[in-house]
């Protein structure tokens, strides 16, 4: 019997748009999903327990990160990430491959992997396709990815066909040695913005997707209508049977987007990253409470949000906590937003669900306004 499966439970026929469920050896998890990300094994200023209390179903970490601290051999020597960082729902990890080339202080790049010198002490490191399986079969995680190489926006026709090429080719490796019943490993689509060498990526991509197929290389500096126009492109020729995840994406809008457009999965660290600035994102937009407007202003920080933060305190307290440097605003304010997204993503599967998902879209963005600065 499959310990992964999947299954679409309404599609929507007006767009791509699908509910589903993704069987796993942790639990079942309901799509359109939003997965916070605990990029060094916790999401940031949040426990496990509230986690799950806001109805997290799974979360990503990082697969660089835990490789340079604490080590992925320790990792495992705990009992895999599931033990060591007390979470008994599903966890994805990333390839790695975004953080080698976007964090190293430099990096070489062969057909072989990546040399790179750590972001953290300057040591030098070798990730090939094999070692990357190594650090995540370690790891522990369910949903795992294979090793790729992203090409940046603003990269040529060439350097993008050949780092999409690359990545295919360490696809293959690292399904050779992949051999964890327990673990589902993705392969990642590449291509950049160039339509055909998307669609040439997905199609090779797809003989080696057994559960589930990520999308690589969008949202890293690309205006999001052409982010769109690409995800367009790539729609007719996904795997039905299958979640589709869209990697590093979820600020409100791309979510609704992405959905919109078959897309199942997202994650991204813009909850946490903006709240530790003191900011949220609300029905209405985004708040920022460090402001000096909030310094007497006593409602809640979201009308139409139930979370724990919008039930028990008001701006006025979160701009104090936040303007005095206490770790208690970025707390709630990480708390708030990931309940938002999780909701959001929640809201988007009902409407699928019920048949309003475009009446749905129209009213949230009537009242969030033109607020896609993310």
Same mark, same amino acid.
């Given at each position: 019997m499959e310990k992964f499966s999947f299954e679409v439970i309404k599609q929507d026929g007006d767009s791509g748009a699908r509910a589903g469920i993704f069987h796993t050896p942790h639990g079942d998890i309901e799509t359109p999903v939003y997965m916070p990300v605990g990029t060094q094994a916790t999401v940031k200023g949040i426990l496990s327990k509230d986690l799950k209390e806001i109805g997290a179903q799974i979360i990503l970490s990082n697969t660089y990160h835990l490789y340079i601290r604490p080590g992925d051999d320790l990792v495992k020597r705990a009992g895999g990430l599931h033990k060591f960082m007390n979470w008994d729902r599903p966890i994805l990890t990333d390839s790695g491959g975004?953080?080698?080339?976007?964090?190293?202080?430099?990096?070489? =790049?062969?057909?072989?992997?990546?040399?790179?010198?750590?972001?953290?002490?300057?040591?030098?490191?070798? =990730?090939?396709?094999?070692?990357?399986?190594?650090?995540?079969?370690?790891?522990?995680?369910?949903?795992?990815?294979?090793f790729d190489q992203c090409s940046e926006y603003g990269a040529t026709y060439e350097q993008s066909r050949g780092a999409m090429y690359r990545t295919l080719s360490w696809l293959d490796r690292c399904y050779k040695v992949h051999d964890n019943e327990d673990q589902a490993l993705f392969p990642i689509v590449q291509g950049n913005v160039f339509k055909d060498l998307r669609a040439e990526s997905l199609k090779e991509s797809k003989n080696y997707a057994k559960y589930g197929i990520a999308i690589g290389g969008l949202s890293v500096g690309e205006p999001k209508e052409i982010m769109y126009d690409v995800m367009d492109s790539m729609l007719p020729y996904y795997p039905e049977n299958m979640p589709r995840y869209l990697m590093g994406v979820g600020s409100p809008d791309c979510i609704i987007e992405g959905v919109m457009r078959g897309i199942d999965m997202f994650d991204c660290v813009l909850a946490t990253r903006i709240a530790r600035n003191g900011t949220a994102l609300t029905s209405r937009g985004r708040v920022v409470v460090r402001n000096g407007k909030y310094r007497e202003d006593f409602t809640t920080l979201d009308p139409e949000c139930d979370c724990y933060c919008c039930r028990n305190y008001t701006k006025a307290y979160l701009r104090h906590m936040v303007n005095v440097n206490e770790m208690t605003g970025a707390m709630l304010l990480s708390m708030h937003n990931t309940y938002f997204m999780l909701k959001l993503a929640g809201n988007l599967r009902n409407a699928i669900i019920g048949g309003y998902l475009r009446d749905f879209a129209k009213d949230f963005y009537e009242k969030y306004g033109n607020d896609k600065n993310f």
């Open positions: 975004f953080q080698v080339f976007s964090l190293a202080e430099l990096n070489d =790049i062969s057909a072989e992997g990546v040399k790179f010198r750590s972001h953290v002490d300057g040591s030098y490191h070798m =990730i090939t396709p094999e070692k990357a399986m190594d650090i995540e079969h370690n790891l522990g995680g369910d949903i795992i990815m294979a």
